[in-house]
């Protein structure tokens, strides 16, 4: 019966691994499409709307999920509190908020690297350069948006099918 119990966990756990990483490639193409919405949402508050940076980003935090909703945050509040009284800069608190928080997004490197480029220029430059980066960013996180998708149709079934199989390899090792 402990054997019996100790086989249904293997299975489990090798099965729920797979999932976990199949969910992690479900999530990127759709962390990378609210990012998107995130900047073009950015690119109308400034553009039309005029609206101070900290207090933008604070309002596009509450249209984006977790953990998005998080990044956004932090920098408007970095930015509202910290900027005013110890001289931080609008690149220096972008930087510390994705650095701290990416670890949470289902995301890679190549977007990571996209949002630090844009984040040291924005506050930095006029109103019309600004624009042109977040375009820029813009136009890089949909060609990493199709290779997520790519990557998505490729590797999801995969995972799922590797994590039980391997588990299944584990439990007839075993026995």
Known sequence: MLKFAGIMFILFAGTMIGFVQAARFAARPRQIRQLLHALQRLETEISYGQTPLPEALLRISDLVTQPLSILFS???????????????????????AVTEHWPATAMKNTEKEALLRLGSTLGGSGRVDQLKHIRLAMIQLQAEESSARDDQQRYEKLSRSLGMLGAALVVILMV
Do not use: D, N
């Open 74 to 96: 932090t920098i408007s509040r970095s930015l509202q509190s910290g900027s005013a009284s110890s001289g931080e800069t609008v690149r220096e608190c972008w930087e510390r």
